[in-house]
């Protein structure tokens, strides 16, 4: 029995994460899936338009049928790198081997002497969430980068209205 | 669709809160639960042996086969009561009613305008807590107040030595 | 021109409070008061049931008409003493003189090398609040230690009902 | 009775904050005015030169002889967006109406469905901070910017070298 | 080249602290060692009546000629056990040896996986800080439970004052 | 006896510092000298690689056999200016003059009456911290720019494969 844990900020979730998790599943190193939602506790803003809830609310929905048994949780940020992996580790199941591009990322799960694997496939996910953010400001085709249900939350919660007017300030 | 919320601290998850989720989800009043863990932050002291991830292994574990979806969600304490019903409310998913038997639980929510369910069963759960708690310190009858789930994580994090070990401070 | 600061928890404002200042206001000691609320960011709990807000308004109004000008602050804690002082003197415009009963209070401006006038006069009114808040509990004999605006504050937020809604947990 | 909020960062109060509550006075709309100070834990930089306290005493004293009572009340960031109208109701008395122009400021209230009215002139005003300010770092013309209980204020704190010695470090 | 830690309050330094110490540097097993000072943060009450500098202080003066080398260091808290490892180890130089007594240090290092050397010497120390603040409060026999230097430090800030001022309260 | 106080973050800690304590110990003003390692709590970035345990190791190997005792503290950041100078005071001994050239620096101890001695030779130091930072990223030379202490414990650590790893994120 092997778990895994996949970090990013989902802002919002669409295909790249979407990939990545399918790419995870595929390769059967791990038996579950732990999905952790990064900056949990920043919203409202440009580049973190949507609470945790409402991106918990798009991962389930998202990966509801998955291979695999999944965990979403959030994590708020403790705005300390050295106590992150301590942080991290408290909040969510024990995990075996860690899912992330993110160099910072694994930089600090290597000095806690957790394994890291990485792909360019998760980088470029990354990357993603900036298009896909500047695409819901300016117009519709926003919703061919994410799945279904994440357009029907986006929906739900007046996400695409919240951030023109939290844009207004620019 | 609605959608409930029942917050515990499930130090540990136990019978008595089993038996909650399944009148709730008798009701038939929600077609889905959130299982929000309260004090998400604290660990390893008498009255909060486990952390946020080995509550959510216990209690994902013990609801696997529940008739209604579930979400469970870590929430650390945001230390002003004044704000933990927004706190409660951008960490998960939006919700219609609360279950709840804590006095300060409910009066937070009704001082929001979110009708609130309360029951003497509740009640009895939040003492059963501090009864399983002793219990665990002094022997072995203690596997009877838990689902078999919770039994066997607690096993497998070390809680009853990591429990044995703290209360020598006293 | 000389400024006062008299800080207190004022959970509630009572027939104390208000004899100490208009003691103040009669030394003409001072030309200008601030009166500093003290935990600001504490409500809803059996000892600190009021808001900061309600408490500005409280004071605000049964203050009417005093004969110098008043500024009132709330305060929010810092959880360090050794930083108090420091944290007071920002939020409240500069002062010349401190009215307290409090010892703490007292040390941490006297080692700040502010000078601070106490008067047992001070103390008695700090015990009242517990006297207060537990004829609250209990019935309504309350009325008679408070100014009429106060009462009239308490009944607008529904005080006395979620006093004895959070006491339930006890 | 009505109660209404304008919230800003006064760094410093100047005469387009003057003329915004001046504006919402004559509207009648309410018959007392919360003027609250944000971000009151943020001083000495050289977009936030001043303390709370100081905002405090500028704004008090400029506002001396407003045709309708008025409370001025500092608020601490706290740095979650989804917690600050729970956080801003906690610190003021209740109030109806929302007065801004800041987009962010208008979302969140809107969210938790307090109504806010906006105008043009508010928005002039908040961009005439930063444009004070830098009259501030260069020269003597600011002071037609302020009220002269302003300008008497940022004199006693000696605001100006304050703001000149910070701006060494750019 | 290996380095011990050993952490606690020192509310004051006492000659308990110092025959710890002197043991550990006599077992040869560290060339050198941290000291670590606990909750750096809380002072002026009556079981934290110092400051951590006051702290630092007392313990360089007293370990003036130490055989090995040694580090002063505050530690604020935490206020999260899972998170306390992390913290320390990114406060103080790299160390293989934890000294303590305390059953909670004890277990955080153990499941940290860090070595923890314990000894019955330890316990009697902890338990010797109230009875010294207790003697300070009463009368002047505590002078001899400690070092003269910090007999010295506590003669400068006053210290003896400023817990009977503090104790006032009580 | 004279103690000053020198505040930097010594990320890395390198010969400019160096020179700055020597002309320190050289004016003979003071018989004990303070380093205070600020933003302790920050690591693992660009700006600030190193944690605060690895600045203390740098700092304290390399003024081995300075003329004059030392005391080398970590200072957490408290992110309000208006509360820094306290805060300092409250985590290390007390000190009659403060060592600095960085303009904030000087203008919170100047408001709270603490003298300051600045010399363009401090200014310099500060910007060679950036320069050592990006020789640290692009090759080897930045070892003619540090201790050769400060060299041996980046060594350990492995510093530079920390930067170059964290640095992929631009």
Not at 40 to 47: E, G, Q, V, Y
Not at 55 to 84: C, H, K, Q
Not at 102 to 114: C, D, H, M, R, S
Request: neutral net charge.
């Amino acid at each position: 029995m092997k778990r895994g844990l996949y970090v990013g900020r989902f802002q919002p979730f669409h295909n790249g994460h979407m990939q990545v998790i399918e790419s995870i599943v595929k390769t059967r190193e791990v038996n579950e899936l732990i999905i952790g939602i990064g900056s949990a506790d920043t919203s409202h803003d440009l580049r973190h338009p949507f609470t945790a809830g409402e991106r918990v609310l798009m991962i389930t929905r998202s990966l509801n049928g998955l291979a695999i048994p999944f965990y979403v949780i959030p994590l708020e940020d403790v705005r300390r790198n050295a106590l992150w992996v301590a942080h991290v580790k408290s909040m969510v199941p024990p995990f075996d081997i860690v899912y992330s591009s993110n160099p910072l990322v694994i930089q600090l799960f290597k000095e806690a002497g957790i394994p890291v694997h990485s792909s360019p496939l998760y980088l470029r996910e990354s990357l993603a969430g900036t298009v896909v953010r500047k695409k819901m400001l300016e117009g519709d085709t926003w919703k061919e980068s994410v799945p279904p249900e994440v357009e029907s939350v986006i929906a739900e919660v007046h996400g695409i209205e919240r951030m023109r007017q939290i844009a207004k300030s620019d």
